[in-house]
């Protein structure tokens, strides 16, 4: 069964810094990862994904992920936060194929102190 | 705006009430998911329908089913409410490649 672990739960930076959030994923095979952010009071939006090709993937609001498959890991990362990133972010996976179980995370929650 | 409709947006029901959430996925989409978030439990995965079957359980307790029909859309059911079950229940739907799950707004249940 495929899991998903986020280790940091609260993070809290101030603004300009540099933010990495680790995810690490349990599958045996081909995976699509993904990471989400949820606004305060939000729903859940697609921040960015992986399926293939370049590891190096670029999303919105100048976030990025690096997929490292020797390291089964997925790590989030932006160069200079700011205030408005303040926000729950989720790492998820499943396997490709629409009726596979997509698994989420447990949220890492991120505070920016202006 | 993702395509994912639920309804309705906030309910608050008295314990032992019976409640359905409602969710129409984007068009095309062809899997279902329930989602419930809550302060304490964070967001568990409760179940996932794909074209009208059953195909995946999470942490859905006995007292809520879910389906889903013909037209795609879901509807979840919760019955003999508790206190705890106060949370928001999102709804999100996936094409048939899978490549991207889109949520929903949520539904936002208050039970007292």
């Known amino acids: 069964a495929q899991s998903v672990s986020q280790h940091n739960h609260h993070v809290i930076l101030s603004e300009a810094a540099s933010l990495e959030l680790g995810c690490n994923y349990s599958?045996?095979?081909?995976?699509?990862l993904f990471w989400y952010v949820q606004y305060p009071g939000q729903h859940l939006q697609l921040l960015l994904k992986y399926f293939s090709g370049d590891p190096l993937v670029k999303g919105i609001k100048g976030f990025e992920a690096e997929f490292i498959k020797s390291k089964f890991s997925f790590n989030l990362r932006k160069p200079s936060v700011q205030w408005s990133d303040t926000a729950e972010y989720f790492c998820?996976?499943?396997?490709?194929?629409?009726?596979?179980?997509?698994?989420f995370g447990t949220g890492t929650k991120l505070q920016v102190i202006p | 705006d993702s395509g994912v409709t639920q309804t309705p947006k906030h309910l608050i029901t008295a314990t032992g009430q019976r409640v359905t959430l409602r969710c129409s996925p984007r068009?095309?989409?062809?899997?279902v998911y329930w989602y419930q978030q809550s302060l304490d439990q964070g967001l568990q995965f409760l179940i996932q329908y794909y074209n009208g079957e059953e195909r995946a359980k999470g942490n859905i307790l006995e007292r809520f089913s879910a389906q889903q029909f013909p037209d795609l859309h879901s509807e979840l059911n919760l019955s003999s409410l508790e206190l705890g079950d106060s949370a928001l229940y999102f709804c999100a739907s996936s094409p048939p490649s899978g490549n991207t799950i889109y949520f929903g707004e949520g539904s936002w249940l208050t039970v007292v």
């Open positions: 998820a996976v499943n396997a490709p194929g629409g009726y596979q179980k997509v698994t």
């Open positions: 599958y045996g095979g081909t995976v699509n």
């Open positions: 068009s095309g989409d062809l899997s």
